[in-house]
Each structure stands twice: as C-alpha cells, then as structure tokens.
C-alpha cells in the first residue's frame, strides 16, 4: 500500500464545501456559546461552573484558549496544509473559542462564520505560498503519513497490554503482526493496518466484557447485592444534565447533520490518520479507523456529558465514519441527525450501562491513553523525516532542537504539536538561511 501523497495537497473548496464549513463553524460556535458542546474534552468538566454561573463566561474563555491553542496551531494547521484535508482541531476547537468568547448570543454565529471563511479562504493562499518556497516543508511534511499510519495500528495491542497483562498483550502483537502481514501480501491496495487493528479493539472489548461476566457471577454467587441510592446526588446531576441536553434535541440533530455533511464531502478528516487516509481516497480504511476510535471515547464524552451538561460537538464521533461512507450529502444530513438524536437520548441508558462495566470504562481509558502513545511517536517520528527530506542534518537539528527546547521550558506548546509545529518553524528558518545564501535545499 502507498503510503506517500501526491505532492501540492490542495485546499482549494467548492462553493458547496465553502458554504457548508462556514455554516457548520457558525453553528457549532453558537452552540458554544449557548454552553451545549464543546468539542475540547478537556474543557467540558469546566462547563458545569459556567452553566450553574459559579464562573464568568471570559473565565471559562481563557480555560478554552489554554487548552485549545497549542492543538490549533501546532497539530491542526499543519496537518491540514500537509495533507489538504481539514481536521476537527483546526475547525472546532476554534469556534469552541469564539463562541464562549462572544458576549451576546448573535455575534457567536458571526464570529464561527467568519473563522469558516479564514478556514476555506485562507488557507488554500497560505498553502500556494508554502509550496512556492524554496524549501517546501508542506510537501516534506506528508513523510508524517507513514509512521502515523502504521504506528497507530498498533493501538489496541498497548491497551491490552496495560489492561491485561504481557501474555495477552504479546498475544494480541505477534496477532496484530501477522494481520499486517497478510494484509499487505493478500489485499496490497488496501490499508495494512485495518485488519489488525478490527480485531485487536475486538479483542480488548472481549476480555474486557468477559472480566466483567465473570466479576458479576463472582459477586451473585457470594451473595453480593447491587445498591441502588435514590438520593444519590450524582444521579441527580446526571438526570438534570441529560433532560437539558434533550430540551435542545432538535438543535443537536441539526449538528449532527452538518457534521456527518462535511465528512461525507471528503475534504475532513476526524484524526490524523484519517486526514492521511481520506487525502489518499481510502475513504473504507478511514471510517474504520475513527469507527475504532469511538469505543474510547464513547465512556469520557458520556460520563463529562452527564456530569457537565454539555455535549461534545462531535458527539460519540460515529457520524464521522457514517459519513466518509455515504453516498451523497443529502442522506448523510438524515443520517446524522438520527445519529445525533439517538445518542442524546440515550445517554442516560449509556450511563447506567457504564457503571455496571467497570472493565469495559477501563478498556476505554486505555485505548485513549495508547492511541495518544502511538501518535506521540508518530508524529515525532515523522516530523524528523520531514525534517530530514527538507533540510538533512540541518534540518533534524533545528527540528528536533526546537522540539528539545519546547520539552525543557515545560511544554509551552502541547507536546502532540510540538514536533509538526517545529517543523513549519524551522521550513521557515531554513527558507531564511537559502535567502542569505547559508543554505542549499535537500533536492528530490
């Protein structure tokens, strides 16, 4: 399988995409500022201050801008200028921004709109210019696309590993290995990845359910009886939260439309590896990876959910993988609202369900911790053979330095942005360096 992009990703959008991200931005910041999803997860424990006005609206702003800053700039910038395909962080966490930003209710969706037209207006001539150098660090940074493709496939394996043990976990690698394999001997156009990771997360979830059943039995035969508070005060919570968030139902079916819209058109991508797998046209493989990323993420956005009453602005992100696969956008508008409504409402089942599964909310916690190991390396990974591609030796010494330098300040920058970010810094000193004639571009 190929795993190199044709060289000059392009942002260049129809009037139809145009459209459709500045309309979905200018929702999704009103919607912010309505304090009903926010798309950063580590902003959302913060909502519930802001809801019950134990905190100001410029305060919660700033804990927004903090978290959501480095993600924007460092990590969905330059992933959607190397890859051509725009990414939640560059599209959400910014009107996540804007909307808490905006002190009255109608400057929200003006302000979300406006960065949607920065978004499809902008950065295509950004990236006409960058690709114009003589130091192309656009084209060197799709050398990423490789390591965060392969590297992350090996997810589920970390999980199992941290969850159960080294025996399933040397199991669940030597397993994922052969997959791979097979996969790039048997199916060489497809991506290599996918099959092993399907049954990598299956197998997670099995033991995860089967500790459970077993656990369950365990306590039954010992006489153990479940305990149910009527009073208990987070029950509470959670049922205020869930009846706010199906007060805005049809609100929330609209996002979900407009979501599940702009993955159908094949200009988003919902992770990173997914940016590199929709550029490429493997839009398949792209919906398996985000529809394996769902069942880490299901248990944090549905617990904060319940406990903040707010949603996230994605939801679960399953309309992500829905909608790579839909024919037209017109289905995937129905088809997203359903899916949007069908979560909203079941959150409260979802939660319930999740406390008697203690395993299966562990599992979870697992898959995000290894998919965040993995990408780590990746990105880090590739952004030094980026580095390489676009400068050699001189290049993986700013590179890497910067990326060195940001660890020694105490991580400024988030340390996933750090390297992609330090290489658009050093394209541009090393562009610099050619200008004053101190450095002849790597060529190839």
Known sequence: MSTTLAAGASLDFTLAQQLTVIALCALTAYISHMALAVFNDGVRPFMLDFIQGRTTRSATTAVSFGLSAGFIFGLGAPMALSTGVLNPWLVFLPTDILGMLAPKKWLAPLLGGAWGAVVVFGLNGANNVAHDLPVDFLTAMQQMSTPILFLFSLFPVLAITKQFGRKWGGIAGVLELALVVMTMKLWPNMFAGALAMAVGVLMLIGLAVAKDVRQRRA??????????????????????????????????????????????????????????????????????????????????????????????????????????????????????????????????????????????????????????????????????????????????????????LNEAMGRPVVKMAAAPAAVIIGGILLNILYWLDLFTPVKG
């Not at 956005?301 to 992500?320: D, E, K």
């Not at 024919?327 to 129905?334: D, G, I, K, M, Y």
């Not at 088809?335 to 979802?350: D, K, M, T």
Request: with cysteine.
């Open 219 to 404: 306590d039954r035969a010992a006489g153990v009886e479940e305990i149910v508070l009527e009073d208990d005060p987070m029950a509470s919570l959670f049922s205020a939260s869930a009846a706010r968030l199906r007060r805005y139902l049809p609100l929330f079916m609209v996002l979900g439309a407009g979501v599940c819209v702009l993955a159908q058109m094949h200009i988003f991508g919902g992770g990173e590896a997914t940016s590199f797998l929709i550029a490429k046209g493997q839009y398949s493989e792209a919906a398996q990876v985000d529809f394996y990323r769902v069942f880490g993420f299901i248990p944090l956005i549905a617990t904060t959910a319940l406990a903040s009453g707010a949603y996230g602005i994605a939801g679960f992100t399953l309309v992500y993988p829905i909608g790579y696969l839909m024919p037209n956008p017109f289905l995937a508008a129905v088809v997203g609202a359903l899916v949007f409504a069908a979560e909203v409402l079941a959150l409260s089942w979802i939660g319930r369900i999740l406390g008697k599964l203690p395993s299966v909310r562990d599992s979870s916690e697992h898959l995000r911790s290894a998919i965040g190991d993995t990408l780590q390396l990746a990105i880090l990974f590739g952004s030094l053979m980026a580095a390489n591609a676009m400068g050699g030796g001189l290049g993986i010494l700013v590179v890497g330095g910067l990326y060195l």
